[in-house]
């Protein structure tokens, strides 16, 4: 059974940072792309970062280009999103997922999803 466990939102203030981990368990985790998604109260659920198998490649949404991270450690079998100068607009329930390829993706095409993790930041 596959499960993505993530940790690490909480509540920022803007201009904040916050590191988001995702513990991967029951797939082979270097066989997947990895990423994280987000979907604030109202809104669908969108893309934010994935990284390739190797973690050679990444890929960005516009909106968090220049203010997000994302890492992936195939030993640990965890991904991790580091974010900085956070907005109350990332204000959002942040969601880990896997797919074959990091390009899926950034597609929207997902596998895997975890129950996501609450990240809100006070203006």
């Known amino acids: 059974q596959v499960q993505l466990a993530e940790s690490g939102g909480g509540l920022v203030q803007a201009g904040g940072s916050l590191r988001l981990s995702c513990a991967a368990s029951?797939?082979?985790?270097?066989?997947?792309?990895m990423g994280w998604f987000r979907q604030a109260p109202g809104k669908e659920r969108e893309f934010v970062a994935a990284i390739s198998r190797s973690g050679s490649s990444t890929f960005y949404a516009d909106f968090v280009r220049d203010r997000c991270t994302i890492s992936r450690d195939n030993a640990k079998n965890t991904v991790t999103l580091q974010m900085v100068s956070l907005k109350p607009e990332d204000t959002a329930v942040y969601y880990c997922?896997?797919?074959?390829?990091?390009?899926?993706?950034?597609?929207?095409?997902?596998?895997?999803w975890g129950q996501g993790t609450q990240v809100t930041v006070s203006s």
């Open positions: 997922a896997a797919a074959p390829t990091a390009i899926n993706l950034s597609r929207r095409q997902t596998d895997y």
């Open positions: 029951g797939l082979t985790f270097s066989g997947y792309g």
